[in-house]
C-alpha cells in the first residue's frame, strides 16, 4: 500500500490530459500487485490523486487486475464514495432538507443555477464550482443553509446567495 504521507493534494486531469493519466496511473499501479481485493483501494488511491476516476483509469486498473471493465464501471458507480466526473475546486451545497425548503431553499437553490449556468449536481466547465444539494445540515435553525466548501451560511437570501460565490470567486 503506498504510504498516505506521499499522497499529494488532488489534482484534477481532465480527459484531454491523457498522457498525464497514463503517467499519474502507472505511478499508482506499481505500488500494487495486480491482484482482485486491491480494486478498491486502488479506485480510492485514483480518485485521491486525481480527484475523479476517469474513464480511462477505470479501463487501465481493469486491465491491471485482469478484470472486465464492467466490474470495475460496476464498483465505481455503486459507491458514493467514488466521483465519475470531475469536481470543482469550490464546492457549493444547498440544504434541501424540510426546514429549508419551507423557508425557501428552492428560490436559494434557482439563484445559484442561475448565477453558475448549471444545475444541481453539475460542475461549471472551467471546474471553478460544484453545485450539490444535501438532504439536510443538521442546522435547521439557521434555515435555509447554503454550505460553501467548508463554511456554513445561515438565513441565506437570494442576494446574500450572489453575494456568496462572488466572494468565493475572489
Ligand atoms: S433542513 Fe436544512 S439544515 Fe436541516
Same mark, same amino acid.
Given at each position: 500500500m =503506498?504510504? =498516505?504521507? +506521499?499522497? &499529494?493534494?488532488p489534482q484534477v486531469l481532465l480527459p484531454? &490530459?491523457?498522457g498525464n493519466i497514463e503517467e499519474r496511473l502507472n505511478e499508482i499501479l506499481s505500488s500494487y500487485q495486480g491482484s482482485e481485493d486491491e480494486l478498491i483501494p486502488?479506485? &480510492?488511491r485514483v480518485q485521491q490523486v486525481l480527484g475523479y476516476? =476517469?474513464?480511462?483509469? @477505470? $479501463?487501465r486498473v481493469a486491465k491491471f487486475l485482469h478484470l472486465p471493465e464492467s466490474t470495475v464501471f460496476g464498483v465505481g458507480t455503486f459507491?458514493? &464514495?467514488f466521483k465519475l466526473v470531475p469536481t470543482g475546486r469550490n464546492t457549493i451545497r444547498v440544504c434541501r432538507g424540510t426546514a429549508c425548503h419551507v423557508r425557501g431553499s428552492a428560490k436559494i437553490l434557482g439563484e445559484m443555477e442561475k448565477q453558475l449556468g448549471i444545475r444541481a449536481g453539475e460542475t461549471t466547465p472551467d471546474l471553478?464550482?460544484?453545485?450539490? +444539494?444535501?438532504?439536510?445540515?443538521?442546522?435547521?435553525a439557521l434555515a435555509p443553509v447554503v454550505v460553501t466548501n467548508d463554511k456554513v451560511h445561515g438565513r441565506v437570501t437570494a442576494p446574500k446567495? $450572489?453575494? @456568496?460565490l462572488n466572494k468565493e470567486a475572489q
Open positions: =503506498p504510504n =498516505p504521507s +506521499t499522497v &499529494q493534494d484531454e &490530459q491523457g486502488i479506485l &480510492q476516476l =476517469p474513464e480511462a483509469a @477505470m $479501463k459507491y458514493a &464514495q471553478e464550482y460544484s453545485l450539490e +444539494t444535501i438532504a439536510c445540515f443538521g442546522s435547521c446567495a $450572489k453575494e @456568496m
